[in-house]
């Protein structure tokens, strides 16, 4: 379904970075597929093994250096996979909203039982926060200074990581609001929650994002003197806020010991989309991410949460209603 391909093969000075294109002058390029990929889902975005067959090719950048080539495009690559799961988000909570919005129990419509909006209202405030982080970082990406280029690095590799830990879980969420209609191919659940695990897996699953974050921090001190000023930005604006930072930069004064990698990156991340709520969203949307996410008042599944501000938080899925 791609027009150019993207590829490395090895060249007399190395691994090389390669354009095979799909189509030339006189036809198709000698492109031969030799399956397609039964996949868990994104099947319309079809994944093929596939074997050169003396393709004509287009070399990309210096022989030898093909994967610093193709590190340029994964990095591009990964603010999609970092932004992806709000689209997906988004989708499920729309559905569920008008869901509830539409059954009744017990003479009440589901969207005016406490319990449920307590769950939306939650489940939301994870979508509120990968957007703003998302197009926060996206915004680091057509900075044109070294200072903005290295928080970009740093910053798409934590909201990818926290995105897409959360995605699965509003969309499953979201399925079991619907209850049992949420699980037939009827409705757009089944074919979203297929969805949610995959730009976890792209362009570096958990472990590799992990790794990634603490290699980019130990060789390029820009990164750290970013994040610090991220966080640095919000700070005198929630005691809460500057409290957990406070502690953090206590508990890890430099970067942590390799297995405590997944609870760091989890940790800045929440971090820093505290900062950019704080700083660009709702006093309503802020508060209750920093009051959930960042003081730990909320147990360990979606809707524990105490008292939020449930009429501001779903206000934006209730206006798209």
């Not at 757009?188 to 603490?214: H, K, Q, T, Y």
Request: glycine content about 8%; aromatic content about 6%.
């Amino acid at each position: 379904m791609s027009d150019g391909f993207l590829t490395l093969a090895q060249a007399p000075q190395g691994p090389t970075c390669f354009l095979v294109p799909r189509w030339l002058d006189g036809g198709r390029n000698a492109i031969r597929i030799q399956r397609l990929k039964d996949k868990l889902g994104n099947r319309s975005n079809a994944s093929a093994e596939i074997e050169y067959d003396r393709a004509y090719a287009l070399q990309i950048g210096e022989q030898g250096r093909g994967v610093r080539t193709i590190v340029e495009m994964i990095h591009h690559t990964r603010l999609d996979t970092a932004i992806a799961p709000a689209g997906l988000m988004r989708a499920a909570l729309s559905e569920a909203y008008h869901w509830v919005a539409h059954r009744t129990a017990f003479q009440k419509r589901l969207i005016d039982q406490p319990l449920m909006r307590a769950v939306l209202a939650d489940m939301t405030l994870d979508w509120h926060g990968t957007l703003a982080l998302g197009m926060y970082v996206a915004k680091a990406f057509d900075g044109k200074t070294e200072d903005a280029r290295a928080f970009a690095r740093i910053g798409v590799a934590l909201a990818k990581f926290l995105a897409n830990k959360l995605c699965p879980v509003v969309v499953g969420e979201a399925m079991e609001i619907l209850g049992g209609m949420g699980y037939v191919e009827d409705t757009p659940l089944p074919m979203l929650f297929r969805e949610a695990p995959l730009n976890g897996i792209w362009e570096g699953s958990g472990n590799v994002i992990c790794l990634d974050v603490l290699r980019t921090l130990a060789r390029e001190p820009r990164a750290q003197q970013g994040l610090d000023a991220e966080f640095d930005a919000a700070a005198g604006q929630d005691k809460r806020y500057d409290a957990a930072l406070r502690a953090h930069r206590d508990r890890w004064p430099r970067s942590p010991p390799e297995a405590e990698a997944r609870w760091f990156v989890e940790r800045t991340a929440q971090l820093l989309t505290a900062s950019v709520l704080i700083r660009h969203s709702t006093d309503a949307i802020a508060g209750a991410f920093v009051g959930t996410r960042i003081t730990g008042d909320r147990g360990h599944v979606a809707g524990a949460v105490g008292n939020l501000e449930t009429d501001k938080i779903l206000s934006r899925l209730a206006a798209a209603e």
